[in-house]
């Protein structure tokens, strides 16, 4: 099945610094890579996801990058600011079920 | 549309007790996930269940849980028994997905359960 490695599991970046977290999978069959934010104590929800079929993907300062020949995927986040600090997780999919990451604690400091 | 419905938010048993946690999807979507979050660890799936069908339950330890979601009424993790090691928040998750796309996962607030 299908394994999820995320790095690091703590990170923390001056605000307005960049951060970024990266993940690799083990089923080269996996075809969907979403990340998901959870502030303490709520439900994570989707903040951008990645198909196989391309690259990159950017949604203002948050922007994906997959690299399916390594099965290597990195969430970037620019000019970070104090909401930003969460855990986020990546996770990967092929048959439908979803796969996450352990995790990465974002720390933005002031 | 309300969203992923989780009852309790919080639940508290003694050893040897039943817990019975309770998802409602999203309107519209067939697909529940259960997923369970120890403290400062990651989401481990635990079973990903259609009406009246179990399609993958691998996550799931092989006695004491079960899980169903019946063709009318909220989809329910059951845990028989519990032990200490139990307590955890368990997140249910909803889909659109049909078998042919993979979609975004809709999460409930969590059951977060606590053995004493």
């Known amino acids: 099945g299908e394994n999820v490695e995320q790095h690091p599991s703590t990170l923390s970046v001056q605000e307005g610094d960049s951060a970024v977290i990266k993940c690799t999978y083990s089923?080269?069959?996996?075809?969907?890579f979403p990340w998901y934010k959870q502030e303490l104590g709520k439900r994570p929800q989707l903040i951008i996801d990645?198909?196989?079929?391309?690259g990159e993907k950017k949604d203002q300062r948050i922007a994906v990058t997959l690299n399916k020949t390594a099965k290597h995927f990195s969430l970037h986040i620019t000019e970070t600011q104090p909401e930003d600090s969460a855990v986020y997780f990546c996770?990967?999919?092929?048959?439908?079920?979803?796969?996450f990451g352990k995790g990465t604690r974002l720390h933005i400091l002031p | 549309n309300a969203g992923v419905m989780q009852n309790p938010r919080h639940l508290v048993r003694r050893r040897g007790q039943e817990a019975r946690l309770r998802c409602s999807p999203m309107?519209?979507?067939?697909?529940v996930y259960w997923y369970r979050q120890l403290p400062e660890e990651g989401l481990k799936f635990m079973v990903y269940?259609?009406?009246?069908?179990?399609?993958?339950e691998s996550g799931m330890p092989k006695e004491r849980f079960s899980a169903e979601f019946p063709k009318e009424g909220p989809s329910i993790l059951r845990i028989q028994q519990v032990v200490r090691g139990d307590s955890a928040a368990y997140f249910c998750?909803?889909?659109?997905?049909?078998?042919?796309?993979?979609?975004?996962?809709?999460f409930g607030e969590g059951s977060r359960l606590t053995v004493l």
């Open positions: 990645i198909r196989s079929n391309v």
């Open positions: 269940l259609q009406k009246e069908n179990i399609i993958d």
């Open positions: 998750a909803s889909s659109p997905l049909d078998s042919y796309n993979t979609g975004e996962l809709f």
């Open positions: 089923d080269s069959a996996s075809n969907y």
């Open positions: 309107k519209g979507h067939s697909h």
């Open positions: 996770a990967a999919s092929e048959d439908d079920k979803i796969i």
